[in-house]
């Protein structure tokens, strides 16, 4: 009997080794390891997705906060970018521009974001048909923003978080210390955060590593209460390895378990879109929905008419879904997009009329659209109706004030208008319009440009009605808008010239000639001056060898006169002499 019960004893002793390796295998595998790289591309379709350039630039833009207290949020953003720099052995370098085309756009919200993400953050992958990518990172402003070291310790920790998604870490760690555990309260990377990063930075972007991933997804899956962000990660693998009925079937369990998630109903699109199935992918949803229709199947079509172009038909059904439930930004966006798109085929064909209207009916669904307002002056602009097209961009800007794009088409609708004055005569409207577009644009060289014609223009005619001053005038205007402009240089070297101020002349010619030494105008200007300084000086020595000549001539006849009167009285006075007065 106590043999009995020593193997069942030792039987037990085995089962529960056994099942405790099962569970270290399973559950905390990544707790031993030395790095967490086989989990980094779960998130990005089982693919290495990292900039390949360096720097990497961001734009990091001031979050509508009181103005004393922005500073913290982007010292924030700035102590991130520090530490995964200062881990990248040389890899890692940042950029900050102010420019909405930087690899990483940094957005403040105070709206909620998505239930897979972290509540305060979220990096998303935008992918172009190009092959290209950026990285958006939402970041949540809760509460009252303030500068305490406490709210900024955590904002520290997602913003930490968010840009290792964004430089190539699209999965999490299973360890809590890492930066890169899913909702992370580190504030420094960790050894194996180092590791990890070193590891990713030894392979080139676009390296499938499809097996890792579905491994770790799966096993994610086995042990997660709410799955379903997991299942459509997982789906997006099988579609990025060809495993296209594997991906069907993992992005249809991530819809059954989350209606909302839009991103498996377009990945869906997407395979669909590739095998050309769009009526019966179509007839699949519309069928899936049932009798009561829901919003995201309705989006989930659209987003089907929209792949094959068919703009109305998208529309219908994005408009239809975000009306049954307004929280579906996805199905907004995706309408936006589907006006601007049709929008721009139209003007494209040059039916710019059919533009207008279709944008003007897009605004009465939604009428605080950027992106419908700055299409509506891209259309007007295109129609060459500057002053509706800056009217629009303006109402643009009234919606983001930060939009440079409608800035910069202001800037060229001003320019445009100048350049009609232009060609009118209408030169001092012109310069008040050019004027204007570098206001918006510092940087438009068409208006640069505009203004000295303008300038130069006023300038010759006040020269040729002998306004010798104010002619000066514009040409310094136009010195000052560019100093290589040659045709200024002679214009003022011909002011000098009215003036007789030959000196000043030759000066201004001889700076026109080093800009363009093939200037004919300036080079016989020089000569002819210098021709009637040396005539004139020729003239004065003449003049003074005359005078000389006359003053001589005068001197001898005066001599002469002189000298003759002289001989004629010495004769009388000797006689008186000789014979006496009275004898004479």
Not at 95 to 111: G, L, M, P, V
């Amino acid at each position: 009997m106590s043999f009995i019960r020593a193997v069942k004893m030792k039987s037990k002793i085995i089962l529960f080794y056994l099942l405790l390796s099962i569970f270290i295998s399973v559950f905390i595998p990544d707790l031993f390891a030395d790095n967490y790289f086989n989990r980094i591309t779960m998130a990005s379709d089982g693919r290495i997705v990292r900039f390949s350039h360096s720097p990497v630039t961001i734009n990091i833009p001031s979050p509508n906060i009181p103005d004393d207290l922005k500073k913290y949020y982007i010292d924030d953003v700035e102590y991130a970018l520090e530490q995964w720099a200062s881990i990248s052995e040389g890899n890692l370098r940042f950029k900050r521009i102010d420019s909405e085309n930087a690899d990483i756009r940094i957005c403040w919200t105070e709206k909620m974001l998505s239930g897979e993400a972290d509540p305060l953050g979220e990096a998303s992958l935008v992918r172009f048909d190009s092959g290209g990518f950026y990285i958006n990172i939402s970041v949540l402003i809760k509460g009252i923003p303030s500068s305490s070291a406490t709210l900024h310790n955590e904002i520290r920790s997602v913003l930490l978080h968010e840009i290792g998604h964004a430089i190539g870490l699209w999965g999490h760690s299973k360890d809590p210390n890492d930066v890169m555990y899913f909702r992370s309260k580190a504030n420094y990377p960790t050894r194996r955060d180092k590791e990890t990063l070193l590891k990713l930075y030894s392979y080139a972007s676009g390296t499938p590593l499809h097996d890792f991933a579905i491994a770790e997804l799966k096993s994610d899956i086995s042990v997660t209460s709410d799955p379903s962000h997991l299942h459509f990660w997982l789906g997006s693998v099988y579609a990025d390895k060809g495993d296209d009925e594997l991906a069907i079937n993992e992005l249809n369990l991530a819809l059954k378990l989350d209606p909302t998630l839009l991103k498996a109903a377009d990945r869906l699109a997407r395979i669909f879109q590739k095998e050309g199935m769009y009526d019966k992918a179509i007839q699949y949803y519309s069928k899936a929905s049932g009798n009561e229709q829901s919003p995201v199947f309705l989006s989930m079509i659209g987003m089907l008419h929209f792949q094959q172009k068919k703009y109305d038909k998208a529309i219908l059904y994005f408009e239809k879904a975000y009306q049954m439930d307004n929280k579906l930004s996805a199905a907004k966006n995706n309408a936006l997009t589907a006006y601007h798109l049709w929008a721009t085929d139209l003007i494209k064909d040059g039916k710019t009329e059919s533009a207008i209207s279709l944008l003007s009916k897009g605004l009465t669904s939604f009428p605080l659209s950027r992106m419908i307002y700055y299409d509506l002056g891209t259309a007007y602009d295109n129609n060459k109706q500057y002053d509706k097209a800056i009217e629009y961009y303006k109402k643009a800007l009234e919606v983001d004030p930060s939009f440079l794009s409608a800035k910069r088409d202001i800037a060229t609708c001003m320019n445009n208008l100048g350049a009609e004055k232009i060609k009118s005569g209408n030169l001092q409207e012109s310069i008040e319009f050019c004027s204007q577009a570098l206001d918006w644009d510092a940087d438009c060289w068409q208006a640069k440009k505009n203004l000295e014609l303008a300038n130069i223009g006023i300038a010759r005619i006040r020269y040729g009605s002998g306004e010798l001053d104010d002619a000066k005038t514009y040409f310094d205007n136009v010195l000052k808008l560019n100093p290589n402009n040659s045709e200024a240089y002679v214009g003022i070297g011909d002011i000098y010239y009215k003036k007789g101020m030959y000196k000043d002349a030759i000066k201004y010619y001889q700076s026109a000639l080093d800009i363009d030494p093939n200037i004919q105008y300036a080079k016989d200007g020089i000569a002819f001056i210098k021709y009637q300084t040396n005539a004139n000086r020729i003239k004065l020595i003449i003049f003074f060898i005359a005078l000389s000549l006359f003053l001589c001539i005068t001197g001898m006849i005066i001599y002469r006169s002189f000298h003759h009167r002289k001989r004629i009285t010495q004769p009388n006075q000797i006689r008186s002499k000789y014979y006496g007065k009275d004898n004479v």
